[in-house]
């Protein structure tokens, strides 16, 4: 095992050397440049964006034998100590597995006494916050009045959980996750350096897939050397990142726009006969579908040079912003429940079939026309397949303007000839005429005038009606609930409101942010004050927490209420609700109220029993 | 000299002595449980620890460090596990199928364990480390075991395992190299069933999604026949009784998460049946299935019920009333009822 890890081999040893924190290190050269110290530093930031990293070349900077410098010379007895893990005057701690040090509180107490060797004794302590209260005490109270010859330098990945009083008495730095480029940058150097043979594309594959984690990056490219055994090459890369080729994606959404689940469930085969990874499959899903819905938001927002464009630009067409929408939120709850599926295949394709279930269908699917699959038939003909041969609609052309005119879909004839027309108005699952309804109930604006947002998951889909608790007001009539749901009457007013009351979706749903809304829909608020709002986004939604979302959220903001408005967003657990968390819980809410509406519908109940039709759950839309 | 125990194991091995002395210090087994990732990283493990001089591709099965791997004691080998694993099972990856409940990895073990990685070898340098399944280790104990994970001292192997990898500590993730191991080719699983006297390898392998060490077990397990009784229940809905078919399950002493790994794969079988035609788990189960499967979509949200259940099977929960919960919603979903009990 004489092998070192790249990761290990090329951790920066001077601050030249480190890759993507320049504001930070600037401001941290130029403080040991003029001596300026503190006393406490607390260095925050994602793993593997340089942490420990930076904080021992600080340490190194602090006890250079040539002086405090921004140049830690590297040769000297210090340095080089420091370099090799047995300096000591450094003592590195690492709170989250107390690991190295037995007693933790009682090194701290030790810091009074003066080092050994050195100028100063440091004090790395990793992951910080996850110190126990007696070791935080004892380090307060070396921080209250330090001994000018300690230092510390703490890190963590978590500064909600550090405590105030040891917040407030830190010099702190905030280290960014680094960007793909600066990734594959680094990478080029480490191969060329290691004289290794590669092909670029494949540096940008690993840039991509490291997100923002330098170390992360050199694990893969450990990997991919061994991978293709001495050198690293496009393919080999993609196949070791169990990358998807893109066509398979492709594949997948036309065969959910022809409505074909053997074709679906026949082109994840593939993928997995590819031996590619199904969470990559649908993490690659879900960014191609957000690139659809951006190109069918804005329509020119694609850069000309993708090479995907044609194929983005026709699913654009073929499928319904809606649709893109439902599928987008589909996929990002499936891979989240990949792990809680039999296995990842049944996992993904279940996503799949998900999809299929909540696009359009055909009146006629649902009416009495159904081709009835009579199980007596299939279970004759021992190939399954027959059954989707029959039972699968050809696509129905999506419709997002809902138009205010009753129409008189064929379902309704059909009801009418079968003598029980009061009934079948009321409650058949056809999508067309019960949405007709809606707008005329409520007298509130149509969406046809509105532009129909990116993101705008109104017809949502109860996609996870189960994972949503429902709430108390099921059992009350379908009319009360929707009333309830501010969603269902869309405000357009354009006079600025002066102040906010505290209702985050009553406020998104008025701010005109096209791509941008996703980020709001999926943001919960925290605090706000005049000027600023707070805002929680989950890891999940990550994606769409994006600068330039922020900067739209932000401008949104400051021109509805006509001053500045800064806007934090965060990424983590979300505690409360978000308007797309609020809106899928009550269309979950009043899918199943419209749904028990139709299943004790005894006409309904004829029909499925004496003709063998099926109740299509996902194409009843409430009343 | 030692050979793999299963033919699947062939490919991902090469795989990994084609690095030499590339290998990396911290390794990563992932893939679906049952297919043999725990025997990959056992052999491995001897590989490292064996003293012959001419090992090439394989342990020689015969110096006296193979023999106490194989005796299960070599003084630097040591197998990091749930208190209450059961260790008879020589493929433990399954363990979420079989009868016994695992319990965490603790804090204590890793730090047990990094005693273990830095006092010095007994032998010759080698320490290897095998942790299964590493998503046992709860978030004290996968913290503990980041630093001895990212810089060990030299000489020292850890071999990770898991099934479920996403649950794993990111920073545990990134810092081992992960080596994926997939499906095996469903001739060679066949092949090998066979030759295991299983009498119907293909039905079996179905039964487990391919997986043969899982398929092994499937055959010989004691429960088939409340299985059997059980997919026969969720056939005729109609006739459903709830109540009794909870205590007849709870009688039989299954684990929840095997009885939810059935209704679940039932219900994935249905809804793949009524939407694409395609049987997965149960073809010994098509007639019972399509009389079902014209409500497929009717069982979307139950299925996201059920993971949600899958995931908080692991706790200690009243067992009767988890499976009258279940099967009350199965029934309540068929009849396009989504109420949650
Ligand atoms: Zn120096
Ligand atoms: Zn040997």
């Given at each position: 095992m004489a092998y070192q890890v790249l990761a290990r081999k090329w951790r920066p040893k001077t601050f030249a050397q480190l890759v993507g924190q320049e504001h930070v290190i600037k401001a941290l050269a130029n403080a040991f440049a003029s001596e300026r110290l503190h006393h406490a530093y607390l260095l925050t930031g994602t793993r593997g964006v340089g942490k420990t990293t930076i904080a021992r070349i600080m340490a190194k900077a602090l006890n250079c034998e040539t002086g405090i410098t921004a140049e830690p010379c590297g040769v000297c007895s210090a340095c080089t100590q420091i370099d090799a893990g047995r300096f000591v005057d450094l003592l590195e701690i690492d709170a989250a597995s107390n690991t190295g040090i037995d007693n933790i509180r009682e090194v701290l107490d030790n810091a009074q006494y003066s080092p050994t060797a050195g100028r100063f004794k440091v004090y790395?302590?990793?992951?910080?916050?996850?110190?126990?209260k007696s070791a935080f005490n004892a380090m307060l109270k070396t921080l209250e009045e330090p001994p000018s010859h300690v230092k510390f330098i703490l890190a963590t990945t978590d500064p909600q959980k550090v405590p105030i009083t040891v917040l407030s008495r830190c010099l702190q730095f905030s280290l960014r996750q680094m960007t793909p480029q600066q990734v594959t940058g680094h990478l080029h150097k480490v191969l060329a350096a290691e004289e290794i043979v590669f092909e670029p594309l494949a540096l940008n594959l690993l840039g991509h897939a490291a997100n923002g984690s330098m170390r992360d990056a050199?694990?893969?490219?450990?990997?991919?050397?061994?991978?293709?055994?001495?050198?690293?090459?496009?393919a080999g890369v993609r196949a070791m990142l169990g990358a998807v080729d893109q066509s398979y994606l492709f594949d997948l959404l036309d065969a959910l726009a022809a409505h074909d689940g053997p074709r679906l469930l026949q082109t994840a085969d593939?993928?997995?006969s590819r031996g590619l990874s199904y969470e990559a499959a649908l993490h690659e899903l879900a960014n191609v579908l957000h690139q659809v819905a951006l190109t069918q938001a804005v329509p020119n927002a694609l850069a000309d040079d993708l090479p995907q464009r044609g194929q983005i630009l026709a699913a654009a067409q073929a499928l319904s912003a809606e649709d893109t929408q439902l599928y987008y939120q589909i996929a990002l709850h499936g891979r989240r429940d990949l792990p809680l599926a039999p296995d990842e295949y049944a996992g993904f394709t279940m996503t799949l079939l998900r999809m299929l279930a909540f696009a359009p269908a055909k009146p006629e699917q649902i009416s009495g026309n159904v081709s009835p699959a009579k199980p007596a038939q299939i279970s004759e003909k021992a190939s399954p397949a027959q059954t989707t041969a029959s039972a699968a609609p050809s696509p129905a052309a999506p419709t997002n303007n809902v138009s205010t005119s009753t129409q008189s879909a064929p379902v309704q004839s059909g009801a009418t000839a079968l003598g029980k027309p009061e009934q079948a108005t009321q409650t058949i699952p056809a999508r067309e005429p019960i949405q007709a309804a809606t707008p005329k109930t409520e007298s509130a604006p149509t969406y046809d005038d509105l532009e129909p947002p990116p993101w705008h998951s109104e017809a949502a889909e109860a996609i996870y009606q189960a994972s949503e608790p429902a709430p108390q007001s099921v059992a009350e009539p379908a009319a009360s609930v929707i009333e309830s749901t501010p969603s269902a009457s869309p405000v357009r007013e354009n006079k600025p409101a002066e102040s906010f009351n505290g209702d985050w979706?009553?406020?998104?749903v008025q701010l005109k942010l096209g791509a941008a809304g996703m980020l709001a829909q999926n943001a919960e608020l925290l605090g706000y004050s005049d000027i600023h709002f707070d805002l929680q986004v989950a890891e999940e939604h990550r994606a769409v927490a994006t600068r330039d979302y922020q900067d739209k959220l932000r401008s949104a903001l400051s021109e509805h209420f006509g001053r500045d408005i800064t806007v934090n967003v965060n990424i983590g657990a979300i505690a409360g609700e978000t308007p797309a968390i609020m809106l899928v819980r009550e269309n979950a809410a009043r899918q199943e109220v419209a749904v028990a509406a139709i299943q004790n519908d005894p006409f309904i109940q004829t029909l499925v029993c004496d003709m063998g039709g099926t109740i299509d759950a996902a194409s009843i839309k409430p009343l | 000299m030692s050979n793999l125990p299963y033919p699947w194991l062939e490919k991902p091995w090469h795989d990994l002595i084609r690095e030499g002395d590339r290998l990396p210090h911290a390794l990563l087994f992932t893939g679906e449980a049952g297919i043999g990732k725990r025997a990959l990283a056992q052999h491995l493990a001897q590989f490292l620890l064996c003293e012959s001089p001419n090992k090439t591709n394989q342990p020689c099965g015969e110096c006296d460090a193979c023999r106490w791997f194989l005796a299960g004691n070599h003084p630097d080998f040591r197998l990091l596990q749930p208190a209450d694993a059961d260790e008879a099972t020589e493929d433990a990856d399954t363990s979420k199928k079989a009868k016994k409940k695992s319990s965490v990895i603790g804090v204590d073990d890793v730090r047990d364990l990094a005693d273990f990685v830095n006092l010095s070898a007994h032998r010759g340098g080698t320490r290897v480390t095998i942790?299964?399944?590493a998503e046992a280790m709860n978030t004290a104990a996968a913290n503990a075991f980041l630093k001895t994970l990212e810089e060990p001292p030299a000489g020292a192997v850890f071999i990770l395992i898991s099934d479920h990898w996403r649950r794993l500590l990111p920073t545990i993730r990134s810092r081992c190299r992960v080596f994926p191991l997939t499906i095996p080719e469903p001739k060679v699983a066949m092949a090998w069933l066979a030759g295991q006297a299983v009498v119907n390898p293909l039905l079996h392998l179905a039964h487990t999604g391919g997986a043969p060490l899982a398929a092994a077990e499937d055959a010989a397990a004691e429960w088939l026949p409340v299985r059997s009784a059980f997919l026969e229940k969720m056939a005729e809905p109609a006739t459903l009784n709830v109540l009794q078919l909870a205590a007849e399950l709870e009688k039989a002493k299954l684990d929840t998460v095997l009885i939810l790994d059935w209704l679940q794969k039932w219900v994935y079988d249905v809804i793949s049946l009524g939407m694409a035609?395609?049987?997965?788990?149960?073809?010994?189960?098509?007639?019972?299935?399509e009389r079902v499967s014209p409500r497929a979509r009717l069982l979307l949200g139950f299925a996201s019920q059920l993971n949600e259940s899958q995931a908080l099977a692991h706790h200690p929960l009243n067992q009767r009333l988890v499976l009258e919960g279940l099967l009350f919603g199965y029934l309540d979903a068929l009849r396009g009822q989504d109420r949650r009990g």
């Open positions: 790395i302590i990793d992951e910080v916050h996850m110190l126990s050199l694990s893969l490219l450990d990997q991919a050397i061994a991978h293709g055994a001495g050198q690293v090459e496009e593939a993928i997995a979706r009553g406020l998104v | 942790v299964v399944p035609g395609v049987i997965r788990y149960y073809p010994d189960w098509q007639d019972a299935l």
